[in-house]
């Protein structure tokens, strides 16, 4: 089963894991990535917005994609959106499968789509000013690897 | 036709959404780039240099020599910065 959430709550990695593997017997290996906001450099907050409609549209073919390369059982994303501090979870990608490798590949592979193809945007409070995150070029170089 | 803006861009416009109707001749996304670059002010400073932005046509991302003059909603932002 998969899920796909955008949402201003943080998520409890247990609940979630539970929904995605429990109470089946086919699953033997779940992958979890969680990213959490860095507090470098006297970072105060992050906020993220994001394309409502677009985000989940994008989100789901990357998870269809990933379900064509891979014999997954299910995977839940969880992107935050709003006002986040130092520490605090933004993201949660789990991946479920018979076996590891699937659920390790599809983890990095969604991952690496999340960062370079869904429509969030993150804006920096630093002290008193704000700006906007420039995207990475490392990002896209990952993302390349799976063409 | 819906517009929609992130990100800086949002804050260079000055809006987040608007609608228009096409004006004769801008058929791909870059010509409504330069239609809009044209408007002047905050628009001026948003689409003066389009390889800073990326597009999305009815919610599909789309290089800048994609069509437009069918589309419902076409959106502007910056590289996306997720995850």
Same mark, same amino acid.
């Given at each position: 089963?998969?899920?796909?959430?955008?949402?201003?709550?943080?998520? %409890? &990695?247990?609940?979630?894991?539970?929904?995605?593997?429990?109470?089946?017997?086919?699953?033997?290996?779940?992958?979890?990535?969680?990213?959490?906001?860095?507090? %470098?450099?006297?970072?105060?907050?992050?906020?993220?917005?994001?394309?409502?409609?677009?985000?989940?549209?994008?989100?789901?073919?990357?998870?269809?994609?990933?379900?064509?390369? !891979?014999?997954?059982?299910?995977?839940?994303? &969880?992107?935050?959106?709003?006002?986040?501090?130092?520490?605090?979870? &933004?993201?949660?990608?789990?991946?479920?499968?018979?076996?590891? @490798?699937?659920?390790?590949?599809?983890?990095?592979?969604?991952?690496?789509?999340? =960062?370079?193809?869904?429509?969030?945007? =993150?804006?920096?409070?630093?002290?008193?000013? =704000?700006?906007?995150?420039?995207? =990475? %070029?490392?990002?896209?170089?990952?993302? @390349?690897? !799976?063409? | 036709? *819906? /517009? /929609?803006?992130?990100?800086?861009?949002?804050?260079?416009?000055?809006? #987040?959404?608007?609608?228009?109707?096409?004006?004769?001749?801008?058929? *791909?996304?870059?010509?409504?780039?330069?239609?809009?670059? #044209?408007?002047?002010?905050?628009?001026?400073?948003?689409?003066?240099?389009?390889?800073?932005?990326?597009?999305?046509?009815?919610?599909?991302?789309? #290089?800048?020599?994609?069509?437009?003059? #069918?589309?419902?909603?076409?959106?502007?932002?910056?590289?996306? *910065?997720?995850?």
């Amino acid at each position: 089963m998969n899920a796909v959430r955008i949402q201003r709550e943080d998520f %409890d &990695i247990g609940a979630e894991l539970d929904v995605l593997a429990g109470g089946r017997n086919d699953v033997g290996a779940v992958v979890t990535f969680t990213g959490h906001v860095r507090g %470098d450099a006297n970072l105060t907050a992050l906020t993220l917005e994001h394309y409502p409609g677009m985000t989940e549209r994008e989100i789901a073919s990357h998870v269809h994609e990933a379900e064509q390369r !891979w014999p997954l059982t299910g995977v839940t994303i &969880i992107h935050r959106i709003g006002r986040l501090e130092p520490g605090a979870r &933004i993201v949660l990608v789990a991946t479920a499968s018979s076996h590891r @490798q699937a659920a390790f590949a599809a983890a990095e592979f969604l991952m690496d789509y999340l =960062k370079t193809r869904a429509p969030f945007w =993150k804006e920096e409070e630093r002290g008193g000013s =704000k700006s906007w995150v420039a995207a =990475k %070029d490392t990002d896209e170089d990952a993302v @390349q690897r !799976w063409k | 036709m *819906t /517009l /929609l803006y992130f990100a800086w861009v949002r804050q260079k416009v000055g809006t #987040s959404e608007e609608q228009i109707d096409l004006p004769a001749g801008v058929v *791909t996304v870059g010509d409504l780039i330069a239609h809009l670059k #044209s408007r002047g002010g905050g628009y001026a400073d948003a689409f003066a240099d389009p390889a800073r932005l990326r597009v999305a046509v009815d919610q599909e991302h789309v #290089s800048f020599d994609a069509p437009v003059d #069918s589309a419902d909603e076409v959106a502007f932002f910056p590289p996306v *910065t997720g995850g």
